[in-house]
């Protein structure tokens, strides 16, 4: 059986987080199961609750989800700002500082 869009985004998304399916569970309230039949395609119809909890959990839009269209940039851009807001205030600064001789360079600034 091939994996739906949505499926292989969901298993995309658990392993790019590094999270196990319990992680998963217990962060969205849904089920090891579930959450496996849903990565697996064995459960292609996901209610809009079901996919609110889980974008909410990977911190992502909806969107990216049910829109084979999504700009993939978009969920990078997402991803980046979540792992930004879990940088040390030292490692923000450095981050910057990495950015502004980027823009320079680039000459965007």
Not at 82 to 88: A, I, P, Q, R
């Amino acid at each position: 059986m091939k994996k739906s869009k949505v499926a292989e985004k969901l298993t995309e998304l658990r392993h790019r987080h590094g999270y196990r399916l319990y992680e998963v569970a217990q962060g969205t309230g849904l089920t090891k199961t579930t959450i496996s039949r849903y990565e697996n395609s064995k459960r292609e119809n996901i209610g809009l609750h079901q996919l609110k909890l889980l974008a909410q959990f990977y911190k992502i839009d909806i969107e990216y989800l049910t829109n084979d269209d999504y700009e993939e940039s978009q969920i990078k851009n997402e991803e980046i700002l979540h792992l930004f807001c879990k940088l040390s205030d030292t490692g923000k600064a450095k981050l910057y500082q990495n950015i502004l001789a980027i823009a320079r360079e680039e000459k965007i600034i």
